[in-house]
């Protein structure tokens, strides 16, 4: 079963007005970096988003809403956050699995060999 999951990159609070509420001390921002986890491997991806929320109206902001000095806000926090790197990990059962093709192989030209 592919499992996916978000990890927190960065959060920081805004000092703009939230589009809902108006009130200034609320906007939170949110940068997120996806992870996929199953049975075979780990691997972080390069995919990002964002989120925003308004803490005092308790409501999601969309880009849709956004203003123009929220999206300079963002724009500048998307290029100033660090994102891990890609990468990949085997678990147990890969390395079973890739051990037990190599030996079914050696096996296999060992016989043919022989014969």
Known sequence: MKQQNH???KELQL???CPECYSNKGL????KQRFV????YKAITEER?????CNT????????????EIERVVAYQKRAIQPRL???????????LITSAILLT?????????L
């Open 7 to 9: 990890f927190t990159l």
């Open 15 to 17: 000092n703009n007005n």
């Open 28 to 31: 939170e921002l949110t940068f």
């Open 37 to 40: 986890e199953n049975a075979f």
């Open 49 to 53: 988003i964002n989120e925003m929320h």
């Open 57 to 68: 109206c308790n409501t999601d902001i969309y880009p849709a809403r956004w203003t123009n």
């Open 86 to 96: 890609k990468s990949l990990k085997l678990k147990k059962l890969s390395w079973i």
């Open 106 to 114: 050696i096996v296999m030209l060992l016989v043919l060999s022989i």
